[in-house]
């Protein structure tokens, strides 16, 4: 039997991972290279593998009803690493998947280095060779020689925005008497959030405070967009008073103890971010506030008076390619097809899209390499849907960054009832997704 050629990934963070991790589960050989810790981002902190930056959440786990719960599954039924690895390190956080993020890395950057069929190199890449097969997987922070020489290469102008990061408490520092733990909605056990309580004048003080507040200033050449998905708080509040009482700050489904059970008017939540329980994230408070700023205006919170932050949000630049102009059906180079591109660089938002399209990437390559023609997932999946919006984009609209949602999937046949739609949205698309994994993820020959 001939044996496959090797494979560079370069990049080790989720999607990377995730690629290489499929490839080397087909019999192929694996390269996979890694900057850290030789040289750093803006936003990373550890040398581990599949380091999470942002958030320790990879939101909601429902598949009978949410988009990137369905995706979660889709995941799991492909023998996804990262799944596994949330799955294994998993804290919790009512309906939602949050992971332990020390444990969730250590696990994979294990399995990584452990694998036979993977080399993991620490060192940074600044140039694609000519020839042999690449998974460019190096994610929103690729750096700079890199990322120079890809727009040099691809022809294309650099597309970016901006992501921010929320800030993290250390738990014995919160003031258990003026706050309670409820999960909204009473969800999950019920009681897998923090919850810090505003009445109206605190509310508005909070809110005038965030509009008020010294922010980090953006250099001329750095003026992006933000990314709608996880704008800053502080952004929200200049929309309006009432914003954030409909989004991170909304107190439904939550009852304040301390005040017999009544429903405050606005809520600041927490969830726990480590296994331990010692360290808990603010969520939905992504800010590109000062540090001092921070200190001072979210010790104002009823309950963190005396917080002591573990880390303060920041704000980093994400950046991604024209995908639909320049990449095949199979996430390769319309140009040079053994170069392939995989993770938040094509154009996706979140941590599972990332990994989604390093699985994609991977199960694709693989095909290739075994002599076949890939058969891309159904469109009707929640995999499909997201790979047709990288490489199809929408005709006459500036290609931008998307999370997984069901306006990606074809509507169902006939008139089903709304309440229901979702759920069949979510059968349909595992249904298919089973019939792509019985053809083998090939094409007909």
């Known amino acids: 039997m001939t044996a496959l050629p090797e494979v560079w990934v370069i990049g080790a963070g989720l999607a990377g991972c995730e690629a290489a991790w499929q490839l080397a589960q087909r019999g192929v050989p694996v390269r996979l290279w890694e900057m850290r810790p030789r040289r750093s981002s803006p936003a990373h902190r550890t040398d581990q ?78 140039d694609l060779p000519p020839e042999g097969w690449v998974v460019v997987a190096t994610g929103p922070l690729t750096s700079a020689g890199l990322f120079d020489n890809l727009t040099t290469l691809l022809g294309s102008r650099q597309l970016a925005f901006f992501d921010a990061i929320a800030p993290i408490v250390h738990v014995e520092s919160i003031d258990f008497s003026k706050v309670w733990r409820q999960s909204r909605y009473d969800k999950g056990p019920g009681n897998d959030y923090i919850n810090c309580p505003l009445d109206r004048g605190q509310y508005a003080a909070f809110v005038a405070g965030l509009v008020a507040g010294e922010k980090v200033a953006f250099r001329d050449f750095e003026r992006v967009p933000y990314f709608e998905g996880c704008l800053p708080i502080e952004v929200m509040a200049e929309r309006g008073l009432e914003t954030l009482r409909y989004g991170p700050m909304k107190p439904v489904g939550l009852n304040n103890p301390h005040q017999e059970g009544r429903q405050p008017h606005a809520v600041v939540q927490l969830r726990q971010d480590n296994r331990l329980g010692t360290l808990w994230n603010m969520v939905g408070f992504q800010t590109k506030l000062t540090w001092p700023e921070q200190r001072r205006l979210f010790t104002t919170i009823p309950g963190l008076e005396q917080a002591e932050f573990m880390r303060l949000g920041a704000l980093h630049r994400n950046t991604f390619i024209n995908s639909p102009k320049l990449l095949n059906a199979h996430l390769g180079l319309r140009t040079r097809p053994n170069w392939m591109f995989a993770g938040q660089i094509t154009g996706v938002e979140g941590y599972v899209e990332s990994a989604a399209m390093g699985l994609l990437a991977g199960i694709f390559l693989g095909v290739r390499l075994q002599g076949f023609r890939p058969l891309a997932p159904p469109p009707t999946t929640a995999l499909g849907g997201l790979l047709s919006h990288v490489v199809n984009g929408m005709q006459g609209v500036e290609f931008q960054p998307m999370n997984v949602n069901y306006g990606l999937l074809p509507p169902l046949a006939g008139n089903s009832p709304k309440r229901h739609r979702k759920s069949a949205m979510s059968q349909r698309a595992l249904t298919d997704l089973q019939g792509w994994v019985a053809a083998k993820m090939v094409e007909n020959p």
Do not use: K
């Open 49 to 126: 593998l599949a380091e999470l930056v942002c958030s320790n959440s990879l939101r909601s786990d429902d598949y009978q009803n949410n988009a990137v719960g369905l995706l979660h599954q889709e995941m799991r039924l492909l023998g996804s690493l990262i799944l596994a690895a949330a799955d294994a390190n998993r804290v919790p956080a009512g309906g939602a998947l949050a992971v332990d993020r020390e444990g969730f890395s250590q696990w994979i950057t294990g399995r990584i280095a452990h694998h036979p069929g993977i080399t993991l190199v620490r060192e940074e890449v600044t």
